[in-house]
């Protein structure tokens, strides 16, 4: 009985990514909001309801496909950071930088459906915060190794941050542990600073514009780290 039931779990495990890689075909095609069970099972010649045996909806799909994505940012992220050396702070940024840009520019429709503009009728679950904080995480030790080391050295640009700030640093403290309040503000700045690139780049607003997008992006991403405070 237990040979057949593992059996039976390769056998479901295999279908499940199977229904997963077409649908992540048809993102591609028609994007998150055309997204289709029906057209999943056609395509694997599958009965319709056969496959509702593996995703009971399409948001069940959604959310898989969605955390999927995630965790392959997340892994990129920390297995860029780890070729690293720990006190290299700014080296560490610049990879995690480089390994968002660059698996956004090879998965853009995943991309699209993580960052880009919210799939109609569909709320994320609360089971996709543990892969969509994976990244988060990584970026959120850098800082808080480098403010611990005494590496941050931040151009004086920046007014305090706002009595109003102060409940709102506390959540983020919870990835970005053990820094004051202006070191979480400026954390946030950088962090949405390469994510509005990426997106900027990824959806074609850099198209005709940027002739060596690589080398501008490294520059746009050092840039951001001396403001953040760290050497560059």
């Not at 993102?27 to 995703?55: D, H």
């Amino acid at each position: 009985m237990s040979s057949s039931r593992t059996a039976r779990e390769r056998v479901r495990a295999e279908l499940t990514r199977e229904i997963t890689d077409i649908a992540r075909g048809q993102l591609a095609t028609e994007g998150a909001s055309g997204l289709s069970l029906r057209a999943v099972a056609r395509e694997m010649g599958m009965v319709s309801s056969a496959i509702y045996r593996y995703f009971p909806s399409r948001d069940d799909l959604l959310t898989a496909l969605i955390i999927d994505g995630y965790n392959a940012v997340g892994e990129a992220v920390e297995n860029a950071d780890a070729a690293c050396p720990r006190e290299d702070h700014t080296g560490r940024w610049l990879a995690v930088c480089h390994a968002v840009r660059d698996w956004a520019l090879a998965h853009p429709h995943e991309y699209a459906l993580l960052y880009g503009s919210p799939v109609p009728g569909y709320k994320a679950p609360m089971d996709t915060v543990a892969a969509a904080v994976r990244d988060t995480a990584v970026y959120g030790r850098i800082v808080s190794d480098a403010h611990r080391a005494g590496a941050l050295n931040p151009p004086a640009v920046c007014p305090p941050p706002p009595p109003s700030f102060t409940e709102d640093a506390g959540r983020v403290r919870e990835v970005i542990p053990e820094v004051p309040d202006d070191v979480i503000v400026r954390a946030l700045i950088v962090w949405t600073g390469l994510f509005g690139w990426v997106n900027f780049e990824v959806f074609g607003q850099f198209n005709n514009v940027l002739l060596d997008p690589t080398t501008a992006f490294d520059h746009s991403m050092r840039c951001h780290a001396g403001f953040l405070g760290l050497p560059v």
